[in-house]
């Protein structure tokens, strides 16, 4: 899963929210997104919280305390893998055995990885900060989902986390904000967006943004098969 562009690989998911749904908790935070992982430039989202009004972050003031969003830069490697394995694991840790978990951890969020993927012109990435604390994260590039209609020159929002702690305060929405503003710096274009199938509010919530259920695809971790919904806002 996820996409191969030069030595990236992004693995990834959307973190949905952190509810109960039956026996498992509903993904993530708004979104827990997408693929994941990244590297080979995949990513699954991690929102799990209701984003409100996406306001773009670059336009507020943030009041002395407030958490603060800013790109993030090839030195940002190490904090970067270390805030998206937390995420990952206090969003979908309890689904997997442990030792896929650990493996699954191990290759997608290693250090390496993050740093290629935070060099490579064609993806970027923005961290939500509290002081000196990382607390959430969101990933775009290229689209690298698995559905005969992606095309050259179509983005993919590749990853969106906020950790339970800062959710409910509608940073996952300003977060999306500023991916959305990256994406179609230069125009509308097709966008893409991988969630996984039980995490309702983060469909929700881009059902709400014209996101449209187009397809699916298995996401591995480990021996276990996640389903994952794909989903795509065209042109115009």
Same mark, same amino acid.
């Given at each position: @899963? /996820? *996409? %191969?562009? +030069?030595?990236? $690989?992004?693995?990834?998911?959307?973190? !949905?929210? =952190?509810?109960?749904?039956?026996?498992?908790?509903?993904?993530?935070?708004?979104?827990?997104?997408?693929?994941?992982?990244?590297?080979?430039?995949?990513?699954?989202?991690? @929102? /799990? *919280? %209701?984003? +409100?009004?996406? $306001?773009?972050?670059?336009?507020?003031? !943030?009041? =002395?305390?407030?958490?603060?969003?800013?790109?993030?830069?090839?030195?940002?490697?190490?904090?970067?893998?270390?805030?998206?394995?937390?995420?990952?694991?206090?969003?979908?840790?309890?689904?997997?055995?442990?030792?896929?978990?650990?493996?699954?951890?191990?290759?997608?969020?290693?250090?390496?990885?993050?740093?290629?993927?935070?060099?490579?012109?064609?993806?970027?990435?923005?961290?939500?900060?509290?002081?000196?604390?990382?607390?959430?994260?969101?990933?775009?590039?290229?689209?690298?989902?698995?559905?005969?209609?992606?095309?050259?020159?179509?983005?993919?929002?590749?990853?969106?986390?906020?950790?339970?702690?800062?959710?409910?305060?509608?940073?996952?929405?300003?977060?999306?904000?500023?991916?959305?503003?990256?994406?179609?710096?230069?125009?509308?274009?097709?966008?893409?967006?991988?969630?996984?199938?039980?995490?309702?509010?983060?469909?929700?919530?881009?059902?709400?943004?014209?996101?449209?259920?187009?397809?699916?695809?298995?996401?591995?971790?480990?021996?276990?098969?996640?389903?994952?919904?794909?989903?795509?806002?065209?042109?115009?």
């Amino acid at each position: @899963m /996820g *996409e %191969s562009t +030069g030595d990236v $690989s992004y693995p990834g998911r959307h973190a !949905p929210s =952190p509810q109960p749904l039956s026996r498992k908790r509903e993904r993530g935070n708004l979104h827990a997104l997408h693929h994941r992982a990244f590297p080979r430039l995949q990513g699954k989202h991690g @929102m /799990g *919280e %209701s984003a +409100g009004n996406a $306001s773009c972050a670059c336009c507020l003031m !943030p009041l =002395p305390g407030e958490p603060t969003i800013r790109r993030a830069t090839p030195e940002d490697a190490g904090a970067l893998s270390r805030l998206a394995r937390r995420t990952f694991v206090e969003t979908f840790g309890h689904l997997y055995p442990d030792e896929d978990l650990q493996a699954f951890l191990a290759d997608a969020y290693a250090v390496d990885k993050q740093r290629i993927i935070l060099e490579h012109p064609d993806y970027a990435v923005w961290l939500l900060e509290q002081g000196d604390e990382a607390v959430g994260h969101a990933a775009a590039g290229p689209c690298g989902l698995p559905h005969p209609d992606v095309a050259q020159g179509d983005g993919e929002l590749k990853r969106l986390y906020v950790l339970e702690s800062h959710q409910n305060g509608g940073w996952g929405g300003r977060l999306f904000s500023e991916v959305l503003a990256w994406l179609e710096r230069e125009g509308p274009r097709t966008l893409w967006i991988g969630v996984w199938s039980e995490n309702l509010g983060a469909q929700r919530f881009y059902a709400r943004h014209g996101f449209e259920h187009v397809g699916e695809y298995e996401f591995p971790v480990g021996r276990v098969r996640d389903r994952e919904f794909i989903l795509r806002r065209g042109v115009g």
